[in-house]
């Protein structure tokens, strides 16, 4: 069992292993930032929606695509899957 488990990376010195939890530490506080962020994004798109009736799935679109600025590519895209989709299903028009 011994072999099976690769440990050559742990730290040997009580000082190297402190930097190990002191680097850990910083990553999980950064996590619980991005958590945080999370939720006051998760806040704006309740807003949007309860004040402007703006569906969360569109108001959350538009954030990213506004984050990302790929508006063109956004459209493209859709534009392509409308040309899919109503070929492969026509309108019964």
């Known amino acids: 069992m011994a072999e ?3 440990t050559d990376f742990l730290p040997s ?3 190297g292993r402190k930097k190990v939890r002191d ?3 910083e990553a999980c506080g950064l996590k619980q930032i991005v958590k945080d962020k999370n939720e006051q994004i998760k806040d704006v798109i309740d807003y ?3 004040e402007f009736e703006i569906p969360k799935k569109i108001a959350r679109q538009m954030i990213n ?3 990302k600025d790929n508006y063109l590519n956004v459209s493209r895209e859709n ?3 409308e ?3 109503e070929t492969i299903y026509p309108s019964e028009d």
Do not use: H, M
């Open 83 to 85: 040309v899919v989709f």
């Open 48 to 50: 949007l929606n309860s």
């Open 4 to 6: 099976l488990l690769d």
């Open 79 to 81: 534009t392509v899957f």
């Open 13 to 15: 010195t009580e000082d």
């Open 23 to 25: 680097a850990v530490e």
């Open 65 to 67: 695509t506004r984050f």
